[in-house]
């Protein structure tokens, strides 16, 4: 049987048969997009949730700064990157976008320092040289504040001392700064304790704020009445005392320095607490002046006092006991008079010392005005006197002068009057005037006039005299020389007569034989006279047979 076609296709075709919905399968081939989707997902999340904050940094220029590469490091240890750079809209300074990490985000904090560290040399010190290989990058100091910020202004320099090292900062005020700058040393019996961590111009010009930081444990010895000076370079000091030269150190003569020192007997004052402000002196000798009680006293002078200069000593017998403070011109137009009046400044405490009582006990001195009225009653005074004959200056000398007029100093004015003497320089001026004023009342006009009547007197007689001896050249002279001729003659014919064959002596040797004769004969009787002198009376004893 031959199947029909509509047969054949219903037999042929196989009938449908529902089946269940199947559920949704990933493809494998989705497999690794899905995983490195995932991985970098959590690489974000893990990023975002390390991400520390973005701040912004204020230079006055980008130099050695680069978007990308320049690393932010805090002791060394990277906490973030620079991320951009952008010139202000003033075109004053750059902007510095930082990105940090989320570790960094305790550093944000109002007084927290920002610099760029690259190689430096300031004042003597050396820094940043291994940028010079890996490149600049951007330091960062912690601060202690606990406001947050995230705008700052970066420094052009480092700081000077990093606040993690123990000790205490100081302020000075000075003049000028002289040659003090950033890393300037600080000395301490002339050990090196410390630096100067910044010098600046006061706001009305007038002077300069220098802040100085001194490392533990040499800041205790900052105390509330230390003096600080300058130590920079030489100290030259040519004065009444002579010449002196002092120094520090040879890094204070070239970098300059600061010295500081409390005075002796007064180290149990406290220590100076942080940030105390003290006073910058010149020198030490102005420094250690200004730690002593002071009290300022009036000299009234009348001679002439060229070569006191201010800042010349007040002298006691070798000891400094003050100085001098201002000098003045005074005139008196009543009795037409000047004087120079010389303000002086007296250490009380070097003037009492150890007061001695009439026992020679040491006992508590007595106030200063009263040791000084006493002093001043037994004949103290003050005088000029000459220090330096090189130089020609002069000193205010204290001592006592017995034979001067009694005096008092004088309370009532201000300051006090204290008596004074003229001093030895003028008396001798005094003494040479009187010397020339006696030469001038010498009558020198009439002893020139007797000396020269004296001159044409002994001329006249020179005259005389040269006439006389021209007559006598011309009448006496040829008779005296006849009258040598008979002298002559004569004493010839006397020769003859005292030669040895002459009868002249002849005689006289005849004569001189007989008295020797007579004297024998006369010694003969004064011997027979001396054994018999009877025979005066009785005569000449005839010799017995």
Same mark, same amino acid.
């Given at each position: ?15 449908a ?7 949704? =399968?990933?493809?494998l ?9 995932i991985?970098?997902l =959590?690489l974000a999340v893990k990023?975002f949730m390390d991400r520390?904050d973005?701040?912004?940094i ?6 050695g700064m680069e ?9 060394? *240890? ?11 809209k003033?075109?004053s ?9 989320k570790d ?7 007084d927290t320092k920002?610099?760029v ?6 004042g ?5 040289l291994?940028?010079?290989i890996g490149?600049?990058y951007?330091g960062?100091?912690?601060g202690?504040?606990?406001?947050s910020?995230d705008?700052f202004?970066?420094?052009e320099a480092?700081p000077a ?6 000790g205490?900062?100081f302020?000075?005020?000075a003049?000028?700064?002289g ?6 040393p600080?000395f301490?019996?002339?050990?090196q *304790? ?5 010098t ?9 704020t ?5 490392r ?11 003096s600080f000076?300058h ?8 004065n009444?005392?002579?010449v002196k030269?002092?120094?520090?150190s ?16 007064r180290s149990?004052?406290p220590p ?10 010149p020198?030490r000798e ?16 009348k001679e002439? *006092? ?16 003050g100085?001098?403070t201002?000098?003045d ?15 002086i400044?007296l250490y009380?405490?070097?003037l009492?010392?150890?007061?001695r009582?009439?026992?020679q006990?040491?006992?508590p001195?007595?106030?200063v =005005? ?6 001043v009653a ?10 330096n004959l ?7 000398a204290l001592?006592?002068?017995p ?17 004074t ?6 008396q ?5 005037m009187?010397i020339?004023?006696?030469i001038?009342n010498?009558?020198?006009?009439e002893l ?7 001159i044409?007197s002994?001329?006249?007689t020179?005259?005389?005299a040269e006439?006389l001896?021209?007559n006598?050249?011309?009448? *006496?002279?040829?008779?005296a020389?006849a009258a040598?001729?008979e002298a002559?003659?004569?004493l ?6 005292l030669?040895g064959d ?6 006289l ?5 007989e ?13 027979y ?5 009877e ?7 005839e010799?017995?047979?």
């Open positions: 049987m031959t199947d029909t076609p509509q047969n054949f296709e219903s037999s042929s075709i196989p009938d048969v529902s089946e269940p919905k199947r559920r949704y =399968s990933i493809q081939v989705w497999i690794i997009p899905i995983v490195a989707a991985i970098g =959590s990023s520390g973005t701040i912004t204020t230079f006055k220029t980008g130099e978007a990308g590469k320049t690393k932010i490091k805090y002791k060394d *240890v990277q906490i973030g990157e620079v991320k951009g750079l952008a010139i202000a003033d075109r300074h750059v902007v510095v976008t930082v990105e940090l990490t960094a985000r305790g550093l944000l904090v109002k920002f610099w560290v690259r190689a430096r040399i300031s003597g010190n050396v820094s940043g291994g940028t010079l490149g600049s951007i960062v100091e912690a202690t504040s606990l406001e910020q705008t202004t970066g420094l480092p001392v990093s606040l993690d090292i123990p205490r900062q302020t000075l005020h003049a000028d700064a040659s003090l700058d950033t890393y300037s600080i301490y019996r002339r050990m *304790v410390g630096q100067v961590i910044s600046e111009l006061d706001r009305d010009g007038k002077g300069v220098i802040k100085v930081f001194i533990a444990p040499f800041d205790q010895y900052v105390k509330t009445n230390s000076w130590a920079s370079g030489v100290d030259l000091t040519l009444a005392s002579g030269i002092n120094t520090e040879m890094v204070s003569i070239l970098l300059g320095g600061i010295s500081f020192q409390t005075p002796q007997g149990e004052a100076a607490q942080p940030n105390s402000a003290f006073t910058l002196f020198t102005e420094a250690l002046k200004n730690t002593e009680t002071v009290q300022t006293y009036l000299l009234i002078f002439s *006092v060229r070569g006191l200069a201010v800042g010349a000593p007040v002298d006691l017998r070798g000891v400094t006991v100085e001098v201002k000098i011109v005074a005139m008196d137009s009543r009795n037409q008079e000047i004087s120079i009046p010389v303000e400044q009380p405490e070097r009492r010392g150890q007061y009582n009439e026992l006990q040491v006992t001195p007595p106030d =005005s009263v040791l000084l009225d006493t002093l037994h004949g103290f005074r003050a005088e000029v006197k000459s220090g090189l130089t020609g200056q002069l000193y205010v001592d006592f002068f034979k001067v007029k009694h005096s008092k100093i004088n309370w009532s004015t201000t300051p006090p009057r204290f008596p003497v003229p001093g030895s320089m003028d001798l001026q005094k003494k040479l009187q020339v004023q006696k001038e010498m009558p020198l006009e020139a006039g007797d000396a020269r009547k004296t044409q002994l001329d006249a020179l005259k005389s006439k001896l021209k006598v050249d011309g009448t *006496v002279v040829p008779e020389r040598l001729i002559r003659k004569t010839g014919g006397a020769s003859q007569a030669s002459g009868a002249l002596q002849l005689d040797r005849e004569t001189m034989r008295v020797g004769q007579a004297a024998q004969s006369l010694r003969v009787l004064s011997d006279l001396e054994q018999h002198p025979s005066l009376i009785r005569g000449k004893r010799d017995k047979q």
